[in-house]
Every structure is written in C-alpha cells, then in structure tokens.
C-alpha cells in the first residue's frame, strides 16, 4: 500500500527568518512535505542608545529592580552579549515559552511565563497573581526599539514604577530578486508572518502578494499589524507558535483539496 501523501507535499513556503527559529521551522515543514524558502527579512542592531542601556543593566546587576521583563528570544542575546546580571532578588517574567527557554539556555531563571496567552497582555493578565498584588514593584522592561508599550504602560496604570529601555533595534533585510520573482510569479505557495516588522518588509518588498499565495500570520495582533501596512491575512495561527502556524497552513492546503 503508498504511504499517505503529506499534507504540503509541493507546497513551497517562504520563511522569513533565520539563524536557529529559521532552521527548526524549515525541518518542520519538510517533515510535513513543503519546500522551505528560508529569507531573513528582519535582522536585529544595537541599541542607538547604549549608555542608557548600559546604566539600566548596572542598577539591575545592582539589585535596583524587583522585576524583569523580557519578551523575546533577541532580548536574551543581548542580555548574553552584555554579560547581564541578574540578582537572586530581582524576579525575571518572560513573555511565552520561546523566550523562557531562551533565558534557561543562557543561564537565567524564569519566574513567570503567561500560561494561555502569550503575549504582553497575558503576561499583565496574571501579573498580580504572581506578585500576589504588592504594588509599586520596581520593574525593568527590556524592548524592541520598534515594539509597542503594552507591557510598559500596562505596569504603570496598575501603580508600578516601570523603567522601560530599548534594548535592540529591528531593521529590514533586502530579500534576494530571485525570492522577490518567484513570490510575484506565484512560485510560493505560502508566506509565514511571524511579526508586525516581518509583515511590513512583506508588503514593501514582495507585495501586492498573488491571491494564490497563503499569507498565514502568528497571531491576531501579529495579523492586526499585517493589514495595518496593507498585507492582506488569510490565515491565523490559533496558538503563537511556528507548530500552529503550519498547522494553519495545512489546514488551508487540506480545504483546497
């Protein structure tokens, strides 16, 4: 009897980052049949402020803050590569399980990791649980130049003393004109959209997108953030992990047939 074709079997998707989230996501989708098309659209640069950043890692290293937050896996890198230190007494909250196991792989404890939704707004969702409602904490949030200030904000109207520091800029990567061709000749059967910077260098660079390519977005703020910039969705990934957005693939793949 023939083994049960995969459910991407010809299916080719372009994933738009790299370095190891790029090559977990790449074996991921032959596992389930699909060609990747790994291009890095975003990469990641220091800081335009590093004195601020350097000061903000002293008065941690200091014991000045109760709390840290980290939400992403970059935000770890740059914690390695300034050889942060983190007292026993101040408390680190990761947003989701991608940064969490970022911060245990580099060596840091993980105190709080959003149980249903990972995102910023889970995170303040089961803060004062966690803190069991001690108001004002000292808080240290480490972000994105470019990123939102749910979280910074969020601590602050519940009466915390948030000191909120850009930890790392996110940029554009020009894609190759090859990629560029094979997107607009419809080649690509799917786009992964992993963020609001990644939806943005997904409609400069490769939009309009073809109606016959899948763009499956990670999230519902991720997808808010898509049309945003003008990146038409298809797709939302049920759970914000790389796992649920090829599921999310595969369920569009298996309705097409």
Not at 24 to 45: C, H, Q, S
Not at 75 to 80: A, C, F, G, K, R
Not at 199 to 211: F, K, R, S, Y
């Amino acid at each position: 009897m023939a083994a049960a074709q995969k459910p991407l079997t010809g299916w080719r998707v372009l994933v738009p980052r790299g370095g190891p989230w790029g090559d977990t996501v790449a074996a991921d989708l032959r596992a389930v049949g699909a060609t990747p098309v790994v291009a890095p659209m975003i990469n990641f640069a220091p800081t335009d402020d590093a004195p601020a950043l350097e000061a903000a890692l002293s008065r941690l290293a200091n014991a000045e803050f109760d709390w840290l937050t980290v939400t992403s896996a970059t935000t770890v890198d740059v914690l390695s590569a300034w050889r942060a230190s983190v007292p026993a007494s101040t408390r680190i909250a990761a947003v989701g399980e991608t940064t969490a196991a970022a911060l245990v792989a580099a060596g840091y404890k993980v105190d709080l990791v959003p149980s249903e939704d990972n995102s910023a707004r889970g995170l303040l969702a089961e803060w004062e649980a966690a803190t069991k409602g001690v108001v004002p904490l000292r808080v240290l949030t480490l972000r994105s130049e470019i990123a939102k200030p749910l979280l910074t904000e969020g601590l602050k109207r519940i009466g915390h003393e948030v000191s909120s520091v850009v930890a790392y800029r996110t940029v554009g990567v020009p894609v190759a004109e090859k990629v560029v061709d094979d997107v607009a000749s419809g080649r690509v059967n799917a786009i992964l959209v992993t963020s609001g910077s990644v939806a943005e260098q997904v409609q400069q660079q490769l939009g309009p997108i073809p109606d016959g390519t899948v763009v499956a977005a990670i999230g519902p703020r991720t997808a808010k953030d898509a049309r945003a910039v003008g990146l038409r969705v298809d797709v939302i990934a049920d759970e914000r992990s790389a796992e649920s957005l090829i599921d999310a693939v595969v369920r569009v793949a298996s309705a097409g047939e």
